[in-house]
C-alpha cells in the first residue's frame, strides 16, 4: 500500500478545496489517488494472468492435437508393416503427451493465481470504496465542528503514514477537536448562567437598598376613629346598677 502524499490537496497551508472533476473534498486525494493506482496495476495483473492462462490453454490444445495426429500416424506405419516409422510416431506421441500434460499442470495453476489475483483486485476496490467513506466521514465531522483547517494541519504531519494509521489518526484528531468544543460549550453555558445569576442578586440588592432608604411611615389616626362618641361628649358614663 502506498504512502500519504500529500493527505490533502493543494499546497500545504493553503485551505481545501472542491476539485471540479468529481466535486469532492481533496482531503485524502493523494491517498485515494495511490490506491487508485494500485487498483489500476492490480486490474492489469489479473488481465495478463487471464491471457497467460488461455496462452497455456491453446498450447495443451494444441499438444493434444498432436498427439492425436502422431497416432494417427503410428497406426498408419503399423498398417503399413513399417515398425520403424511406427516406433518412432509413438516416441514423438509420447512428447506430446508430456506437453500437454505440462500445459495443463500450467494452465490449472494459471488459473488459480488469476483467482488470487481477483480476489485480491475486489478486495482493493472495497477498501478503496471504504476509506472514501471514512475520509467523507471525518470531513463531514470537521465541516461541522469548521475544523477543516485544523484536521489540514494534523493530515500534513501524517506523511509517511499508510491508510489506516492516517485514517485513525485524523478520527482521534476529530475526537478531540469535538470534545474540546463540548467542553467549550458547557463552560460557555456556565458562564452564561453565572453572569445571570450575578446580575438577578445585583437587582435584588438594588431593590432592598432603595426599599431600605425610604422612612417609616407614621401612625396617624383617621377622623371616625379620633373622633370622641356621643356619651363622652356629654360625660355620660355607661350603665350604672341601683341599689335596693
Same mark, same amino acid.
Given at each position: 500500500?502506498?504512502?500519504?502524499?500529500?493527505?490533502?490537496?493543494?499546497?500545504?497551508? !493553503?485551505?481545501?478545496?472542491?476539485?471540479?472533476?468529481?466535486?469532492?473534498?481533496?482531503?485524502?486525494?493523494? #491517498?485515494?489517488?495511490?490506491?487508485? %493506482?494500485?487498483?489500476? %496495476? *492490480?486490474? /492489469?495483473?489479473?488481465? @495478463?494472468?487471464?491471457? !497467460?492462462?488461455?496462452?497455456?490453454?491453446?498450447?495443451?490444445?494444441?499438444?493434444?492435437?498432436?498427439?492425436?495426429?502422431? @497416432?494417427? +500416424?503410428?497406426?498408419?506405419?503399423?498398417?503399413?508393416?513399417?515398425?520403424?516409422?511406427?516406433?518412432?510416431?509413438?516416441? &514423438? $506421441?509420447?512428447?506430446?503427451?508430456?506437453?500437454?500434460?505440462?500445459?495443463?499442470?500450467?494452465?490449472?495453476?494459471?488459473?488459480?493465481?488469476?483467482?488470487? #489475483?481477483?480476489?485480491?483486485? =475486489?478486495?482493493? /476496490?472495497?477498501?478503496?470504496?471504504?476509506?472514501?467513506?471514512?475520509? @467523507?466521514?471525518?470531513?463531514?465531522?470537521? !465541516? +461541522?465542528?469548521?475544523?477543516?483547517?485544523?484536521?489540514?494541519?494534523? %493530515?500534513?504531519?501524517?506523511?509517511?503514514?499508510? =491508510?489506516?494509521?492516517?485514517?485513525?489518526?485524523?478520527?482521534?484528531?476529530?475526537?478531540?477537536?469535538?470534545?474540546?468544543?463540548?467542553?467549550? @460549550?458547557?463552560?460557555?453555558?456556565?458562564? *452564561?448562567? !453565572? *453572569? &445571570?445569576?450575578?446580575?438577578?442578586? &445585583?437587582?435584588?440588592?438594588?431593590?432592598?437598598?432603595?426599599?431600605?432608604?425610604?422612612?417609616?411611615? $407614621?401612625? =396617624?389616626?383617621?377622623?371616625?376613629?379620633?373622633?370622641?362618641?356621643?356619651?363622652?361628649?356629654?360625660?355620660?358614663?355607661?350603665?350604672?346598677?341601683?341599689?335596693?
Amino acid at each position: 500500500m502506498g504512502k500519504i502524499t500529500p493527505l490533502f490537496g493543494g499546497k500545504a497551508g !493553503e485551505p481545501a478545496r472542491k476539485t471540479a472533476a468529481d466535486g469532492d473534498e481533496p482531503v485524502l486525494t493523494g #491517498l485515494i489517488e495511490a490506491m487508485t %493506482a494500485e487498483l489500476v %496495476a *492490480a486490474k /492489469n495483473q489479473v488481465a @495478463d494472468s487471464k491471457k !497467460e492462462e488461455r496462452r497455456l490453454a491453446r498450447q495443451g490444445e494444441l499438444a493434444a492435437r498432436a498427439v492425436s495426429d502422431w @497416432d494417427q +500416424r503410428a497406426m498408419a506405419a503399423v498398417r503399413a508393416g513399417d515398425d520403424v516409422i511406427a516406433r518412432d510416431a509413438l516416441l &514423438r $506421441k509420447r512428447q506430446h503427451e508430456l506437453e500437454h500434460e505440462r500445459f495443463g499442470a500450467a494452465e490449472t495453476e494459471q488459473r488459480q493465481q488469476t483467482a488470487v #489475483l481477483t480476489r485480491a483486485l =475486489v478486495a482493493l /476496490n472495497v477498501r478503496i470504496e471504504e476509506t472514501k467513506n471514512q475520509r @467523507d466521514t471525518v470531513i463531514a465531522r470537521a !465541516e +461541522r465542528a469548521d475544523a477543516l483547517p485544523e484536521l489540514e494541519r494534523e %493530515a500534513e504531519g501524517s506523511t509517511g503514514l499508510d =491508510v489506516d494509521q492516517a485514517l485513525k489518526r485524523l478520527r482521534a484528531k476529530m475526537t478531540d477537536i469535538e470534545t474540546e468544543l463540548e467542553l467549550s @460549550d458547557e463552560a460557555i453555558a456556565n458562564l *452564561a448562567r !453565572e *453572569a &445571570r445569576d450575578d446580575l438577578r442578586t &445585583r437587582d435584588e440588592l438594588t431593590r432592598l437598598k432603595r426599599d431600605a432608604s425610604k422612612p417609616l411611615a $407614621k401612625t =396617624v389616626p383617621d377622623d371616625e376613629s379620633s373622633r370622641p362618641s356621643a356619651s363622652q361628649a356629654v360625660g355620660v358614663s355607661g350603665p350604672q346598677r341601683t341599689k335596693r
